[in-house]
Each structure stands twice: as structure tokens, then as C-alpha cells.
């Protein structure tokens, strides 16, 4: 299941985001030590994605293994 939808946004390059508040399961805010933060199923996508590498390494890879496969 897709947590993110692109914004509908022309003539410019690079790509945003957003995120609809669907269900607490995907998202809610807590506070920890005086720190909001926001926790749930989006947050834990995202880290995982992010212990992976920067979005600049992780599109490297992909046209990596494209080139590897015989795509484009």
C-alpha cells in the first residue's frame, strides 16, 4: 500500500509529496521529553528507507540495476 501521493504540481522538476491523514494506524503525533514527534506506519516506512541510504543514492542503484538488467 502506497502511503504517499505526489502533488499535482507542473513545470516543476523535482517531485513533493504528501501524505493524507488516513487512519491513526498510519499516523499520530505524541510528544516524547518535551519533542513532538510523529509515529505510526509512515514513520516507520520512511525510517526504513532511510537506514537504506539518501533518495540520491537509492535512485543510483535503481538506474544501476536497470543498466544491469538491459533497461533503459
Known sequence: MRLTRS???FGVNNKTYRIPF??????REQSFIGERAILGKI????GAYEDLG???????MKCELSKL???N
Not at 22 to 27: D, G, V, Y
Not at 54 to 60: G, I
Open 22 to 27: 488516513a487512519t491513526e494506524e498510519l499516523f
Open 7 to 9: 502533488n499535482p504540481i
Open 69 to 71: 538488467k538491459g533497461g
Open 54 to 60: 539518501t533518495v540520491e543514492e537509492l535512485r543510483s
Open 43 to 46: 514513520a516507520d516506512v520512511l
